[in-house]
T-cell receptor
Framework: SQQGEEDPQALSIQEGENATMNCSYKTSINNLQWYRQNSGRGLVHLILIRSNEREKHSGRLRVTLDTSKKSSSLLITASRAADTASYFCATGSARQLTFGSGTQLTVLP | DTAVSQTPKYLVTQMGNDKSIKCEQNLGHDTMYWYKQDSKKFLKIMFSYNNKELIINETVPNRFSPKSPDKAHLNLHINSLELGDSAVYFC?????????????FGSGTRLTVV
């Protein structure tokens, strides 16, 4: 079974809007990662947030982590058409990353 | 230039055949992985391997076997292919020894069994 579950499964927004995706997980974690997958491509690592961090920024990405609720969110600000992709959260040990079910984000021009 | 490269990108084969997918990484990472992504985009880890230890997901049929000629390569052999093996297979690598958690993925091999 999947460790993480993303919500929503699909999200469609206009260019320039913000996109928020959520991830819930089941067990305690040391860190949580977010990945992007463009159509027909492999996953690309976006950002890692450690269990003792509550928020992290990287460019237009903002990730939050609430370990008490076992949830994380990924915010993409000022979205662009090139942000269209599937986004996955991942948890687990260094040698056994388990991925969520993914959110398909579509940014309309 | 590609950090993790897989070949072939597409593989169409008949049931019962044996096939291999090759993977190479030039990042100097110490650990390599194979993941299977189904049609609903669920990603499932199959193997985790460094030069000392192989971790096998217990749900993976023994028709699947990883083979590593050296630390930069982890090939996937599949015997007696079945229709249900159709999926996209991703190779990945990471540097575990120095605490790196981010995985670098290849671009995938789309396997279709007919």
């Amino acid at each position: 079974s999947q460790q993480g579950e993303e919500d929503p499964q699909a999200l469609s927004i206009q260019e320039g809007e913000n996109a928020t995706m959520n991830c819930s997980y089941k067990t305690s974690i040391n860190n949580l990662q977010w990945y992007r997958q463009n159509s027909g491509r492999g996953l690309v690592h976006l950002i890692l947030i450690r269990s003792n961090e509550r928020e992290k920024h990287s460019g237009r990405l903002r990730v939050t982590l609430d370990t008490s609720k076992k949830s994380s969110s990924l915010l993409i600000t000022a979205s662009r058409a090139a942000d269209t992709a599937s986004y996955f959260c991942a948890t687990g040990s260094a040698r056994q990353l388990t991925f969520g079910s993914g959110t398909q984000l579509t940014v309309l021009p | 230039d590609t950090a993790v490269s897989q070949t072939p990108k597409y593989l169409v084969t008949q049931m019962g055949n044996d096939k291999s997918i090759k993977c190479e990484q030039n990042l100097g990472h110490d650990t390599m992985y194979w993941y299977k992504q189904d049609s609903k985009k669920f990603l499932k880890i199959m193997f985790s391997y460094n030069n000392k230890e192989l971790i096998i997901n217990e749900t993976v049929p023994n028709r699947f076997s990883p083979k590593s000629p050296d630390k930069a390569h982890l090939n996937l052999h599949i015997n007696s292919l079945e229709l249900g093996d159709s999926a996209v297979y991703f190779c990945a690598s990471s540097q575990v020894r120095t605490g790196g958690y981010g995985y670098t993925f290849g671009s995938g091999t789309r396997l279709t069994v007919v």
